[in-house]
C-alpha cells in the first residue's frame, strides 16, 4: 500500500496535467431516481463533457449511506473514484448505522460542496392550512396530531420538522417513510397525513400540479424561482434548514487532483445552464473549496448536533 501510494505520488505533476485520461466513476448513495440523484447526474453530465471522459454513477443506496461510504472509502486513492454523499450521511443519528456519520478529513478528503437544497414544507390541498402560521396555531391546539411524513428517521426532513417543533415550542407527529416522498405524497393526497417535508427537488411537480400546497421553505429568504412561496423565517425568525451534496475522495488521493477536481467543478457549477436546470428543482449550486467544503461539513454537524444526541436518547 505504501509504495502504491509512492507510486502514484512520484507521478502527480504529470498525472494532474492529463487528468482525467479514462471514465471516472462517482458513488451516490441515494436510489436511482431520487432528486440527490438527479442532481448529481446533471452535474456529471456536464463535468463529463468539460473532461471529455465518461463519468460512471454508481448508486449504491441503503443502511443510511453506510454502504456507500464503506465502498468508496475501500477504492484505490487515484482520483478515479468520488463519493457523492447526501448531508444526512455526514450530520446523522449516532448509531442510526455502521460507520455514520462519516467525518472530513478523518475518512474522505473533500473535494468540494455540489448544491444545497433548501427542505420545504408542504401540506395536503384538503386541510385548511394556508400558512406555517395556520401549521403552528393548530399543532398548538392539538398537540402530537398533526403529523408531518419524512424521508426517514435522522434525515434532514426529519431534522426540519424537530427544529420547528424547538422553535415553535410546538409538538407534532412525524411518520417516517422508506419508500421517499412519492409514497408519503400518495398519503397526503388521501389525508392520512398532513405535512410533507422534503427537498424542492421532489416536491415541485406536485406542488404546481396542485397536489401539495407549499407553505415555506427553509432559505434564509424568497426564492427567486418561487417568489410567492414565504421564508419559514418570515414566521419563525432565524430558521434555515437545507439539504446538500458534498463531493469527496478516499484518503490518499492526491492533493493536486482533489484540487483539479474542486477546480473543474467549480467551473461548471458556476455554469448559467447548470444553475438554471438545478434552481429549478429547487437546488443551489455552492462551490468551495476543499478547506472550506472540510469547514462546512463539520459546521454542520455542530450545528445539528444537539438535535441528533435527543433524538438518539429518545425510545
Known amino acids: 500500500m505504501l509504495l502504491a501510494g509512492l507510486s502514484i505520488a512520484a507521478i502527480v505533476p504529470g498525472y494532474s496535467q492529463s487528468y482525467p485520461s479514462s471514465p471516472v466513476k462517482i458513488i451516490s448513495d441515494s436510489a436511482p431516481g431520487s432528486a440527490p440523484d438527479v442532481i448529481l447526474r446533471i452535474v456529471a453530465d456536464q463535468l463529463g463533457q468539460h473532461w471529455g471522459q465518461q463519468i460512471v454513477v454508481l448508486n449504491q443506496p441503503g443502511a443510511g449511506g453506510s454502504l456507500a461510504a464503506r465502498a468508496a472509502a475501500g477504492t484505490a486513492p487515484d482520483g478515479y473514484t468520488f463519493f457523492m454523499a447526501v448531508s444526512s450521511t455526514f450530520v446523522t443519528m449516532k448509531g442510526a448505522a455502521p460507520n455514520i456519520p462519516v467525518q472530513v478529513p478523518k475518512d474522505f478528503e473533500p473535494v ?21 402560521a395556520d401549521l403552528i396555531a393548530m399543532a398548538k391546539q392539538k398537540p402530537n396530531e398533526v403529523s408531518y411524513a419524512v ?19 410546538i409538538k407534532l407527529l412525524m411518520i417516517p417513510y422508506s419508500g421517499g416522498p412519492a409514497q408519503a405524497m400518495s ?15 421532489a416536491l415541485i411537480g406536485a406542488m404546481q400540479g396542485g397536489r401539495l400546497r407549499g407553505i415555506a421553505v427553509g432559505s434564509e429568504n424568497r426564492l427567486a424561482e418561487f417568489p410567492d412561496l414565504p421564508a419559514a423565517a418570515e414566521t419563525v425568525p432565524g ?27 467549480k467551473q461548471v457549477l458556476t455554469e448559467p445552464t447548470v444553475r438554471t436546470k438545478l434552481a429549478a428543482l429547487g437546488s443551489y449550486t455552492h462551490p468551495l473549496s476543499p478547506s472550506e467544503t472540510a469547514a462546512f461539513i463539520q459546521n454542520e454537524q455542530q450545528t445539528w448536533g444537539p438535535i441528533l444526541d435527543d433524538l438518539a436518547r429518545s425510545p
Open 239 to 265: 430558521f434555515r434548514t437545507a439539504g446538500w451534496l458534498a463531493l469527496v475522495a478516499p484518503l490518499g488521493t492526491p492533493k493536486e487532483i482533489v484540487q483539479k477536481v474542486n477546480t473543474d467543478l
Open 151 to 169: 424521508s426517514g428517521r435522522g434525515r434532514q426532513s426529519h431534522l426540519t420538522g424537530e427544529l420547528l417543533e424547538r422553535r415553535s415550542n
Open 112 to 132: 468540494s460542496l455540489v448544491s444545497e437544497q433548501p427542505m420545504f414544507i408542504t401540506v395536503s390541498p384538503q386541510t385548511n392550512i394556508q400558512s406555517l
Open 187 to 201: 398519503d397526503l393526497t388521501t389525508g392520512r397525513v398532513q405535512v410533507l417535508i422534503e427537498g424542492g427537488t
